[in-house]
């Protein structure tokens, strides 16, 4: 397991396809390393091999390259060595063009009998033919590796695309059937796609560790969590020597993908080393001619080494071997930065106050809506939070929140009680807190449900303990809610508006959903004791409106249950905080970035804001002895009283880094 990265990482990318002439025609090692070190790189991932299935050497056991002449991939490490850049070697697993066309019996296949992946005639983006783990074509990715190792002095193997479908391949079909399972149902071939898979990474890993223990070794998009610890990657961890991050936010990722990702993985234990992974393509992966501008890749780089990451930008090697001086140009003006920051970034502990049990299902590459809602609204208020699944531990976090859709298994009951019983907070909303198999609370929040609320939307009416930063009116819900009952001595702090009926086409009002037309004595918002509960499914609906009152009502419940938080102050909502400790200090980022949607596709970011004079309050242990900008090493004046550490900071262009010296 690796304790500490590089900072300052590229993934090379070099899918070339082998109708290309040329390849490697005008490398040249100087050129190369300069470039490289101009733009403040120390470390790389050069490709072995690409999903076109060439490899870039002279290989005894694939296809080299037809139009490339001599050792590029050879020469590229050697050079990198010779220059101090640490070297990680790319390889792919499930997409080799090659071999898939040379043997069509190693392709993963599909219920009707179909191969997975591209097709004959399809030339769609990102589509290429998918390789089975569990199939013969695992002994070559093995020798593969090996010839590397033994011809190269690579620091790591990155293994990309480790993804198994529920193949029906006849490797599949026997292997399965050796275990006892059916092929005929759906569940028992994820089962087993899952078990191929770490099954094939167990078998890489330990090629790679029996060569050299310290290798890093990755296994790229296979980055998965879901609620309950069933598909999760902390279940594979120990094939992982680190946590690499993929989340290109131009690309189908988007900017809310990272903050969900690092904040379950910077939770999952032992604490790995991790590293967040951004592109310097306008889009994503292959967008030749297009550069990111760059405030974003400012942006994104800068959001990496604020939650305690170090950096990789991706970026394509052109067929002839060259590196773009252009492109380099706009990762050093970046990198420079990263460089003189990084001291700050390194072996720090996240400081948080909220933990978030995950939504997510599990599945690769997506995010649940829900947890995007409540990442949001957190995020915009500024408080400090991680990620959870059930195997996560409770303890350390003052407050948990099960968002919309939580519902508890008979394990995570029992390990919820005890959290309460040890003084925790807990706010649910919707359907979050019933048992799996039963419409019943699974802990003691001082409600009943009944049902479903019949009408949707309907509206909510706050009552004074709600009220702040909210508009004394009737707020619509556009999401279902629950209908439920309260117990004696449960507070009701806001209720149920109906309308006046569903919208349907007997009866309908307006353009949109039926007005309003009487209060009712349905709780919206309750609490007993640490425990609030909020019928509606309120986050869900914040990722899908915006509605700037959801995020208020969840601000006074968590003021409510926890009232001291860690970061306070005037920052706009568009500003966004991390606290993070370092030996005796803590560490504070403030990042303001605006990207807005002035494309259809994608999120554009140009310029940079600044911010000016926007005082800031740290919940600190002790009255700090100094307080600094850095890495600018300026000294702030400060006040310290009731155990918060008060200053100024002047301004913030972009990131600004703030040092508390205990």
């Known amino acids: 397991m690796i304790q500490e990265l590089p900072f300052r990482h590229i993934h ?78 790319y390889t792919t697993v499930t997409l080799d063009e090659y071999m898939a066309t040379q043997h069509p019996e190693w392709r993963q296949v599909d219920e009707q009998g ?30 593969h590796t090996q010839e590397i190792l033994e011809r190269y002095p690579v620091d790591g193997i990155f293994y990309d695309i480790i993804l198994q479908s529920p193949c029906l391949c006849r490797h599949c079909q026997e292997g399965m059937r050796a275990e006892g399972l059916y092929p005929g149902n759906l569940a028992e071939r994820e089962r087993y796609s899952l078990q191929v898979a770490d099954r094939c990474m167990a078998r890489l890993s330990r090629v790679v560790w029996d060569h050299n223990p310290e290798s890093a ?75 990111k501008n760059q405030a974003a890749l400012e942006y994104e780089c800068f959001r990496l080494i604020a939650s ?29 930065q990263v460089a003189r920051k990084e001291a700050w970034c390194r072996d720090v502990t996240p400081q948080v106050e909220i933990g ?54 008979p394990a995570l ?22 048992m799996q198999d039963r419409d019943e609370f699974g802990v003691d929040c001082g409600i009943a449900f009944q049902q479903n609320y019949e009408f949707t939307p309907s509206y909510i009416r706050a009552h004074d303990a709600l009220q702040q930063g909210i508009e004394p009116m009737d707020h619509v819900m556009y999401e279902a809610s629950a209908q439920v009952a309260a117990h004696d001595g449960t507070a009701a702090l806001a209720s149920i508006v109906k309308p006046y009926f569903n919208r349907t086409w007997e009866h309908f009002c307006s353009h949109q959903h039926t007005p309003p037309e009487t209060i009712t004595n349905i709780p919206a918002v309750t609490q ?29 419940c968590i003021e409510r249950l926890l009232p001291n938080k860690l970061i306070c102050g005037n920052l706009p909502t568009t500003a966004e905080t991390t606290l993070m400790k370092q030996g005796n200090c803590l560490i504070l980022h403030v990042l303001h970035y605006t990207p807005q949607r002035t494309a259809k596709r994608i999120d554009i970011l140009e310029e940079v804001i600044p911010l000016y004079d926007r005082t800031i309050s740290v919940k600190t242990d002790q009255q700090p002895a100094k307080i600094l900008l ?5 000294e702030l004046a400060f006040t310290w009283s009731d155990h918060y550490a008060h200053f100024t900071i002047p301004e913030i262009r972009g990131h600004q880094m703030v040092l508390i010296v205990m």
């Open 12 to 89: 090379l990318d070099f899918h070339t396809s082998p109708q290309i002439p040329n390849i490697g025609k005008h490398f040249d090692p100087e050129t190369f390393i300069a470039t490289l070190q101009r733009a403040h790189v120390n470390s790389i991932a050069l490709f072995a091999k690409c999903h076109h299935g060439m490899s870039y050497y002279p290989t005894r056991l694939g296809v080299m390259h037809p139009h490339l002449d001599f050792d590029l991939f050879g020469g590229m490490v050697n050079a990198c060595k010779q220059a101090g850049i640490r070297v990680v070697a």
């Open 114 to 143: 179909r191969l997975v992946g591209r097709a004959p005639l399809n030339a769609d983006h990102f589509s290429w033919q998918w390789l089975c783990m569990n199939s013969p074509y695992i002994d070559y990715v093995a020798r």
């Open 217 to 291: 070794v990755f296994f790229n998009s296979r980055l998965r969590f879901d609620t309950y610890a069933r598909n999760s990657s902390r279940n594979e961890q120990q094939r992982y020597s680190h946590w690499e991050i993929e989340s290109l936010a131009s690309g189908e990722w988007g900017y809310n993908h990272f903050p969900i990702a690092v904040r379950y993985f910077q939770a999952v234990e032992p604490k790995r080393a991790m590293t967040g992974h951004t592109g310097r393509f306008h889009t994503s992966w292959g967008d030749f001619g297009a550069l």
């Open 308 to 336: 305690g990451c170090a950096c990789t930008i991706g970026d394509q090697l052109a067929p002839n071997g060259t590196l773009d001086s252009a492109i380099y140009q706009r990762i050093g003006a970046v990198y420079e």
């Open 356 to 409: 978030v049990m995950t939504a997510h299902t599990g599945d690769h590459g997506g995010l649940a809506k829900i947890d995007e809602g409540v990442m949001r609204m957190l995020l915009e208020t500024h408080y400090q939070f991680e990620f959870l699944d059930a195997q996560s531990n409770f303890q350390k976090y003052p407050m948990l929140i099960l968002p919309d859709d939580i519902r508890l298994t």
């Open 413 to 434: 009951r029992e390990k919820l009680t005890a959290y309460l019983a040890q003084g925790g907070k807990l706010l649910l909303s919707y359907h979050s807190g019933l």
């Open 528 to 556: 007993r004791g640490n425990i609030i509960y909020i019928a509606s499914a309120i986050f869900n609906a914040y990722i899908g409106y915006g509605y700037r009152p959801y995020r208020e009502i969840v601000r006074n």
């Open 630 to 634: 850095i890495p600018e090493q300026q």
